[in-house]
């Protein structure tokens, strides 16, 4: 059965649209090799933030996840997933090609080593949308992941969201509520929580903690390059010999 597709088909259309790789040189334009890892519970807002975020901040390229659920209506291979057969995923498992890879809701996912090639491209970070299973592996393994997790207000807010999706069966909903309950419940690791209330807010936040790691992941290539110019200027011995007023060296 091909259902509506939800989420992801959107955060592709973004990649799609023009990925966004900039040239500038601040770090509102540039990635800096980091890996921002996004999880939330279903209804959780995350596709339409980081569509938005993506739409604003340059330099970020979306991880296109392998999965063993079936492409819903609108989704392409490719582009919102890899679609892979269950044994065509074991085997991956088998040869080692993932980064990390997870059971959620009854279908398989992985992040496929060979997308952290992304990275070798300049001025690139990459974002990963996976659930926190996947999230942990990928700590583990990357130290420049940055753990992001993104909840709903409340759960009251959550069940309407889901039930204005008009995806799922109230049995359904009962299951993601319940998911997403386990889920905040295990986020302690994360280094970052956003709770999407407004929508504006959550996008801004993102956008902060965003260009705050690339800021911290650039500071002491900015220093060595400004000492660089200070001392083409001014020459190596600038300051030297010079003294503050209580004759103390400088
Ligand atoms: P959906 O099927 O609705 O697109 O995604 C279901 C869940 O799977 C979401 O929580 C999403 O974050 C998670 N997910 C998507 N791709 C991956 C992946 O590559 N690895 C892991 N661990 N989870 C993923």
Redesign the pocket.
């Known amino acids: 059965m091909c259902l509506p597709a939800?989420?992801?088909g959107e955060e592709l259309h973004i990649s799609r649209g023009g990925e966004s790789v900039g040239s500038g040189s601040s770090s509102r334009s540039r990635g800096e090799g980091l890996i921002f890892v996004i999880?939330?519970?279903?209804g959780g807002g995350?596709t339409t933030l980081l569509r938005k975020v993506m739409e604003q901040v340059l330099g970020l390229r979306f991880?296109i996840?392998?999965?063993t659920?079936p492409p819903r209506c609108g989704e392409e291979d490719g582009k919102d997933?890899h679609f892979v057969s269950p044994l065509v995923f074991r085997k991956m498992v088998e040869r080692g090609e993932f980064l990390?890879?997870?059971e959620?809701?009854g279908?398989h996912?992985?992040?496929a080593l060979h997308n952290l090639d992304i990275l070798q491209a300049q001025n690139t970070d990459l974002l990963?949308?996976?659930?926190s299973?996947?999230?942990k592996?990928v700590m583990e393994r990357m130290n420049q992941a940055v753990l992001i997790f993104v909840l709903p207000p409340s759960p009251q807010v959550l069940r309407e969201r889901l039930l204005r999706r008009g995806l799922d069966s109230p049995e359904t909903i009962q299951f993601r509520l319940a998911s997403a309950m386990k889920e905040i419940s295990e986020a302690h690791g994360y280094h970052y929580t956003i709770v999407n209330d407004r929508m504006e807010e959550a996008v801004e936040e993102l956008k902060a903690i965003i260009l705050a790691e690339r800021c911290r992941k650039r500071r002491d290539s900015v220093l060595k390059q400004k000492i660089k110019e200070w001392e083409e200027v001014h020459g190596k011995n600038y300051g030297r010999g010079l003294s503050d007023k209580c004759g103390k060296p400088l």
């Open positions: 939800v989420g992801r999880s939330s519970p279903s995350k991880s996840s392998y999965t659920r997933y990390e890879c997870a959620v809701l279908n996912y992985g992040t990963l949308d996976v659930d299973q996947g999230a592996h």
